[in-house]
Structures are given as C-alpha cells and as structure tokens.
Nanobody
Framework: QVQLVESGGGLVQAGGSLRLSCAAS????????MGWYRQAPGKQRELVAE???????NYTDSVKGRFTISRDNTRNTVYLQMNSLKPEDTAVYYC????????????WGQGTQVTVSS
C-alpha cells in the first residue's frame, strides 16, 4: 500500500518562509507527476505547483516567484519551498503523486496546516 506523508507546516508571520516535504512509501515502482494543492476554509482545493519526473514545473499565478517545487526521485519525496508568505497563503496543503505500484493511481497525503499571520 502506498502512503504519502507531509511535514513542515506551521505558523509563520507574513514575509516568512516554510518548507514542506512529502515522502511516498510502499511498494512503488515509479512516481510520475507530483504536486502540491491547498484548500482554504470555504474554498475549493486548488493546484499550487506540480513537477514532472524529469523536473518540469508549473505554478499557479499567485505563487510564482515566491514558491519553488522540487523533488528527489531517489527518496520518492517532493518539496515546496515557500518564501514571502502572505496571509492569503493560509490553507491546508496536500501533496499528491501519480504512482505506478501494485495499485496504480493518484495518491494524496493527509494534509498539513500552513497559517500566515499578518
């Protein structure tokens, strides 16, 4: 069974930084695309950033220039470096991954809370 476990969330003041990590474990043959999503209270879950196995990236406009997604394929881990954080970045952040495994599909982490105070 595949599991994704996030870490690195917390409370930070506006202008500060956080680094999120998401490690996939289990009987994994290969991980293709990985990504970070977020969901603020009363809002729909939205894509923040995504990265292909080869390292190509895509960001939602509101985080461009402030957030950086990266991955370590040897560790089945994806990261999200978040700089210049704003109160509107407050949300639960979820990672996901397209996993080739005994049960191939899209897997999600449990979520980690990021709170940015003004």
């Amino acid at each position: 069974q595949v599991q994704l476990v996030e870490s690195g969330g917390g409370l930070v003041q506006a202008g500060g930084s956080l680094r999120l990590s998401c490690a996939a474990s289990g009987s994994i043959s290969r991980i293709n695309d990985m990504g970070w999503y977020r969901q603020a209270p009363g809002k729909q879950r939205e894509l923040v950033a995504e990265i292909t196995r080869g390292g190509s990236t895509n960001y939602t406009d509101s985080v461009k220039g402030r957030f950086t997604i990266s991955r370590d394929n040897t560790r089945n881990t994806v990261y999200l470096q978040m700089n210049s954080l704003k109160p509107e970045d407050t949300a639960v952040y979820y990672c996901n991954a397209e996993v080739i495994a005994a049960i191939t599909g899209t897997y999600w982490g449990q979520g980690t809370q990021v709170t940015v105070s003004s």
